[in-house]
């Protein structure tokens, strides 16, 4: 039940685009089109950004988008704004377990 | 609305036990797996154990090695989380949650609760 890897930090300016990385293996984020994102301000729960890999759920700006290829999920964020500035965190699937990853803080310059 | 609202949280002794309640309100309890995650400090999310729906099915992360007991009640529309042999390790922010779709087990978590602190200290 390895953790997924994630950067420990990215940063950007309001209106640019970022992208976080999650890195698994082939038993979670690159066998299935399970591929979750979660952002979590400071004190707050998690709050779900994207599920199955691509899908954002109703509410969730169109600013995010999430991606896979291989091993590898992406989350990118564009047009960067304050309120952007948190932990994000991914999530797989596998056969006994979601692993989450370590987190990603992003800043907003 | 649909709500979950985590309680049993505290202070506790190393190799003390407590028992964690999640409250669910709003949707049909009894058709969802449920999950507790837990977050240390300043540290990441960590996924602790999962239960289906009709508490047929039961996982645990690798790393609680039999000391937590994941139950529900459908009729009290509740979640519970039974720890035994707390460790300072165990410190952490507990959360409830439950995922997108009824049936599922391992679907993306998108209702979660407000979290329960237990701190294990002498």
């Known amino acids: 039940q390895s953790a997924l890897t994630q950067p420990a930090s990215v940063s950007g300016s309001p209106g640019q685009s970022i992208t976080i990385s999650c890195t698994g293996t082939s038993s979670d984020v690159g066998g299935y089109n399970y591929v979750s994102w979660y952002q979590q301000h400071p004190g707050k729960a998690p709050k779900l950004m994207i599920y199955?890999?691509?899908n954002r759920p109703s509410g969730v700006s169109n600013r995010f988008s999430g991606s896979k290829s291989g091993n590898t999920a992406s989350l990118t964020i564009s047009g960067l704004q304050a309120e952007d500035e948190a932990d994000y965190y991914c999530s797989s699937y596998t056969s006994s377990s979601p692993p989450f990853g370590g987190g990603t803080k992003l800043t907003v310059l | 609305e649909v709500q979950l609202v985590e309680s049993g949280g505290g202070l506790v002794k190393p190799g003390g036990s407590l028992r964690l309640s999640c409250a669910a309100s709003g949707f049909t309890f009894s058709s969802y797996s449920m999950n507790w995650v837990r977050q240390a400090p300043g540290k990441g999310l960590e996924w602790v154990s999962s239960?289906?729906?009709?508490?047929?099915?039961?996982y645990y992360a690798d790393s609680l090695k039999g000391r937590f007991t994941i139950s529900r009640d459908n009729a009290k529309n509740s979640l519970y989380l039974q720890m035994n042999s707390l460790r300072a390790e165990d410190t952490a922010v507990y959360y409830c949650a439950r995922p997108r779709t009824a049936g599922t087990i391992f679907d993306a978590f998108d209702i979660w609760g407000q979290g329960t602190m237990v701190t294990v200290s002498s």
């Open positions: 199955d890999v691509s």
């Open positions: 239960i289906s729906s009709s508490s047929s099915y039961i």
